[in-house]
């Protein structure tokens, strides 16, 4: 089935309401509707088979993600599944470096969620053809052909080929029973569901106290708007899960470097994990001042779901500017990009602990963290995987939480594909929820 030709794509806006109960909200996005572009792959299969992929936005400007990706669908339309996988480095390269189109990027912004949009599709196509789910097909790949679908270009001087094979070679050990774990026990998670910015110290401490009830022992908080605030939040939290469970925060891009020093220095009484996007998401050297100067504090700094590319994790990782990695399934350039993210980091000896909610975003993830672990860094120290409980019903293979821990999807494919009911009724703006939205305006 690997002849089956792509015949068509399609992409749809889908955006859900979730500003209208605080939901996603933190220091810089105070009203966001969880959103994605949904693409579908097609093919002349006789079993008529498909593709799913998305990305994630938040509301206002998907329509241009859309746009983006229709105006790189014929790229990918007319090419058969084995075309691509045999020489798929070459076409992470055509979607990625088109050009006339890489003047809008390149390899960041609306163009690159375009074109992890469509690789995530492809990547689903591949992994059903192949009777997998994402995980597994990157588990059971020689090394040699992962390696083949990494874009080296601009990391070379971090990490080579041959290095990245060595990686993979090396982590063959013990592989078996690593998976055979995580088939058993699940991959750890923390969670973000409990303290979004928006929410009442009432809801704050109910969602923190069933979460405890669950099995939940690592927990993360926004912060960043107001000082004060974010003192009493946190000491309200930290009472309530006690002092040997784990506490992150997060200010979503909200401070400048100074700024981020001092007024994480005031939280540290309660001691967090660490700190979450404390500056600009491409002040690499702020990071690192910020990062150095919190050293001695105990807290870390992490980063990533708003990092363009691989060029940009190079750096971050070169500078010492995080200690944690998060890696985005649908911000960079799809599995293709995130290997190459997952191999530096290994490189590095620096925790990945990737970012997730939104939209899919857990759905789609796991399976990378999943891979990591198995088949790249062979270690959980450190290492968690985000959970947000927010709109998994809406996905034909929804994300599996059992003990705080991401049990292994099963069913084959990369766990994109939503039900269609969910996409009639959420499609924008002529879904019944938004029709109803519009019509409550007008009254």
Known sequence: MLESKIINLTVRDVRFPTSLEQHGSDAMHTDPDYSVAYVVLETDSAAALRGYGLTFTVGRGTEIVVCAVKALSTLVVGKTLKEIVSDFRGFYRLLSSDGQMRWIGPEKGVIQLATAAILNAVWDLWARVEGKPLWKLLVDMDPAKLVSCIDF?????????????????????????????????GYPAYTTSCAWLGYTDQQLTQLCSEALAQGWTKFKVKVGADLLDDIRRCSLIRKLIGPNNTLMIDANQRWDVHEAITWVTKLAEFQPLWIEEPTCPDDILGHASISKALAPLGIGVATGEQCHNRVMFKQFLQASALQFVQIDSCRVGSVNENLAIILMAAKFNVPVCPHAGGVGLCELVQHLILFDYISVSASLKNRMCEYVDHLHEHFKSPTIIRNAHYIPPKDPGYSCEMLEESLQKHQYPQGEVWRAIEQQGKQ
């Open 153 to 185: 270009r601009y990391i070379t001087d971090a990490l080579t080929e041959q290095e990245a094979l060595d990686i993979l070679v090396k982590a063959k050990a013990g592989q078996k029973s690593r998976e055979e774990q995580m088939l058993k026990e």
